[in-house]
């Protein structure tokens, strides 16, 4: 898969028309009429077989991430570029292992600057190309086994696509083209796969932010245009469970109303037609000191917000306590010392836990749930409150 002026391919190596995934039949065996010897794998019971599949393939979380293929070049001087976005590049991974028959898509980190923030003396960072890859030290899995040969590849696929839940944490300019290229080159997704998580938990890694008139930086994705793409891709998809974190806060007395939300962040519409979704786990993070302008109004309008879009999802489904909105103080540390704090406010649980609460992913995070929010709201909002 490769973009090319505004334009993605996403069309299907073998043409469609695949038959759905096949899981090994209780009590089926394969005959072998050739001379007697010593079993193989595929001479068990197909019960056996789904369980050797389960443990082996069946993690609860496949982590999915966005490299480039090589270090990235640069030209000029580089020194005149904004620091985040110079920091941002320079810490890319590259990818561990070849593309070979992966997807691939073209990035051009410059077009993520506006034109007053690019380089007066011509510097900058060359096109590279990039592609997803599992994490298989976070995700603790090896995919060897579908590899193995054809009929395990077919028996054991749908158990990996249905079982487990796939949470692309990838850089943030790619996470449309990460799950894009990845549903590319597996088709069998399409029949199978049933949770997936989008994490934005970065914020935009440059000054290409949409401020409000309160200086807030509104929640939003690197491309509407590529992101309806992937919602359409996503349709296709037999979802039960979709999770979505991303950075930023809602505009400050924002009336949440889809008519509003959808004029204001039209992205959000592009979630509406996930129909499919039964459980939902919505999550925004916000960093006090440049997202929101420390008012009242803040952190209400951002639970209305996400309560808002889950009532969406679920057709208006009232949701439990387990599943209602909640707010917290995220801790970032270093060691033993405190590097930081921002506001997390989320809806919904995992469909295979990973414990947010307990770790925020990272065993340097940890969430402390503010459960009397509402009372606290003059605390909260004081910069003071952020910074102990």
Not at 35 to 57: A, C, I, M
Not at 191 to 206: E, Y
Not at 328 to 347: E, I, N, P, Q
Request: charged content about 25%; glycine content about 6%; hydrophobic content about 35%.
């Amino acid at each position: 898969m490769v973009v090319k002026k505004g334009k993605i391919n996403l069309k299907r190596r073998d043409g469609g028309g695949l038959p759905p995934p096949k899981r090994a039949r209780q009590g089926s065996v394969v005959k072998n009429n050739g001379p007697k010897k010593v079993l193989t794998f595929l001479d068990l019971p197909g019960e056996l077989r789904n369980e050797v599949y389960r443990h082996t393939l069946v993690k609860g979380r496949i982590v999915i991430t966005s490299r480039s293929e090589k270090q990235l070049e640069t030209y000029g001087d580089v020194n005149t570029l904004p620091h985040n976005f110079r920091t941002h590049f320079r810490n890319m991974p590259t990818l561990a292992r070849p593309v070979r028959k992966r997807a691939v898509w073209i990035a051009d980190p410059m077009t993520t600057l506006r034109y007053d923030q690019r380089s007066r003396n011509g510097g900058g960072v060359k096109r590279y190309r990039a592609s997803y890859e599992i994490d298989e030290v976070t995700s603790s899995i090896n995919i060897s086994l579908l590899l193995a040969n054809k009929q395990i590849y077919h028996e054991a696929i749908g158990v990996f696509f249905e079982e487990n839940l796939f949470s692309f944490e990838a850089r943030w300019e790619d996470m449309c083209f990460a799950p894009l290229t990845f549903l590319s080159d597996q088709p069998r997704a399409f029949d199978s796969l049933r949770s997936l998580h989008l994490d934005m938990n970065a914020p935009p890694p440059f000054t290409c932010w949409d401020y409000t008139k309160d200086r807030a930086v509104l929640v939003t994705v690197p491309s509407n245009h590529f992101w309806m793409i992937l919602v359409k891709e996503l349709q296709r998809l037999p979802l039960r469970h979709f999770g979505l974190t991303v950075h930023g806060s809602v505009p400050e007395g924002l009336e949440i109303n889809f008519d509003s939300i959808e004029r204001d962040l039209p992205w959000v519409k592009g979630l509406y037609k996930l129909e499919s979704i039964q459980s939902l786990r919505l999550v925004i993070q916000c960093w006090p000191w440049y997202d929101i302008n420390f008012s009242r109004s803040a952190i209400p309008s951002t639970v209305a917000f996400v309560e808002g879009i889950q009532r969406k999802l679920l057709k208006d489904k009232s949701p439990d306590k387990d599943n209602a909105a909640q707010v917290y103080k995220a801790l970032h540390r270093h060691g033993t010392h405190v590097m930081d704090s921002h506001l997390v406010v989320r809806c919904g649980n995992d469909a295979g836990s990973y414990g947010y609460e307990s770790g925020c992913g990272s065993p340097h995070n940890a969430w402390v749930q503010i459960e009397d929010w509402k009372e606290r709201v003059g605390e909260i909002t004081d910069e003071s409150f952020w910074y102990d």
